[in-house]
């Protein structure tokens, strides 16, 4: 078993920042990408920012944004710790939404990763 939990999500100014937090607990031999998601009511989820590849070190890592979010946030990553993190700025309305920490854990030696969410938490934005 897997488990990915997130915390740090809430009510956010327009203009301010809020930090998101995943840690994965579990079977958990390695990792390659771990990020975040988001999904606003009526619309389909999309991605925030991922990091994947590298090795053991998190400053190998690629980073990858949503359109919507370069420039405003920050995804980082503590390898030892099985945790990422989003630092969020600049918050817009259109931020709001439920946030989803997803990982591809590999829980055994030779087996290929497989996807992972966590239950998500919500971010609202507003004044």
């Known amino acids: 078993q897997v488990q990915l939990v997130e915390s740090g999500g809430g009510l956010g100014q327009p203009g301010g920042s809020l930090r998101l937090s995943c840690a994965a607990s579990g079977r958990i031999v390695s990792i390659s990408a771990m990020g975040w998601y988001r999904q606003a009511p009526g619309n389909q989820r999309e991605l925030v920012a991922v990091t994947s590849g590298g090795t053991t070190h998190d400053a190998d890592y690629h980073t990858n944004y949503g359109a919507s979010v370069e420039g405003r946030f920050t995804i980082s990553r503590d390898t030892a710790k099985n945790t990422v993190y989003l630092q969020m700025n600049s918050l817009k309305p259109e931020d709001t939404a439920v946030y989803y920490c997803?990982?591809?854990?590999?829980?055994?030696?030779?087996?290929?990763?497989?996807?992972?969410w966590g239950q998500g938490t919500p971010v609202t934005v507003s004044s």
């Open positions: 997803n990982a591809w854990v590999r829980r055994e030696e030779g087996q290929l990763f497989i996807e992972h």
